[in-house]
């Protein structure tokens, strides 16, 4: 079974410019989690989609969207980048259920 | 404010010793912990998890020890092996749609492993 990949694995913005990240889960998993990991913080939650609906949502600004197609796959999308949005930037996928998560490798974005 | 909290940073452990990981949470409600390895460069790996209602979870190496009255967990690797120097990291989740989706992650805490 292929694990969640993540496009693209690295990516460099400026600030004040807009990036889409895209995650594809494991097969038959339908909740997809994404998280920022920045230096000297754990891992933080964004958002999670289940059945393309957001499900649950974190502390972040409204610049941070999602949004879940109906085969699961999710994008993640940052507008009006700042320099503070560097960071790498994971996606998990579940069955939804009282599981555990499946994290992908990250994007890693930096905003210049 | 930090709901989970892992306050050392680092450890550094002999070969064959154990390991001592840490965690301190402060929500009441978190009922499901996870602990998650992570190497560089890729995501992070389920470790083991442990439901409110148990208070250990074994799984080879790796145990898992919960302390309700504390709000504190802790990860034990018996014997530690070069190949577990990772970050680790514990995580946190209250159950509100029937999924433990929305985990609240702890800073982590860097294993070094040596022969």
């Known amino acids: 079974k292929a694990g969640v990949t993540q496009t693209p694995r690295y990516l460099i913005k400026t600030r004040g410019q807009q990036v889409t990240l895209s995650c594809s889960p494991i097969?038959?998993?339908?909740?997809v989690s994404w998280y920022q990991q920045t230096p000297g913080q754990g891992l933080q939650f964004l958002f999670e989609?289940?059945?393309?609906?957001?499900?649950n949502k974190g502390n972040f600004p409204g610049r941070f969207s999602g949004r879940q197609f109906s085969n699961s796959r999710s994008e993640m999308n940052v507008s009006t980048l700042e320099l503070g949005d560097s960071a790498l930037y994971l996606c998990?996928?579940?069955?939804?259920?009282?599981?555990?998560?499946?994290f992908g490798p990250g994007t890693r974005l930096t905003v210049l | 404010d930090q709901q989970v909290k892992q306050n050392s940073p680092s450890l550094s452990v002999q070969e064959g010793r154990i390991s001592i990981l840490n965690c301190d949470y402060t929500?009441?409600?978190?009922?499901?912990f996870l602990w998650y390895k992570k190497y560089p460069a890729e995501g992070p790996t389920f470790l083991i998890s442990?439901?409110?209602?148990?208070d250990k979870n074994e799984d080879g190496r790796f145990t898992v020890f919960l302390n309700k009255s504390a709000k504190h967990l802790s990860l034990h690797i018996v014997p530690s092996q070069p190949g577990d120097s990772a970050v680790y990291f514990c995580?946190?989740?209250?159950?509100?749609?029937?999924?433990?989706?929305?985990?609240?992650f702890g800073a982590g805490t860097r294993l070094a492993v040596h022969p």
């Open positions: 998990a996928s579940s069955s939804g259920l009282a599981n555990e998560q499946f």
């Open positions: 097969s038959g998993h339908r909740s």
């Open positions: 989609y289940f059945s393309e609906t957001q499900r």
């Open positions: 929500n009441s409600m978190f009922d499901y």
């Open positions: 442990i439901s409110s209602i148990k």
């Open positions: 995580a946190a989740a209250v159950d509100r749609t029937g999924g433990y989706n929305k985990l609240i």
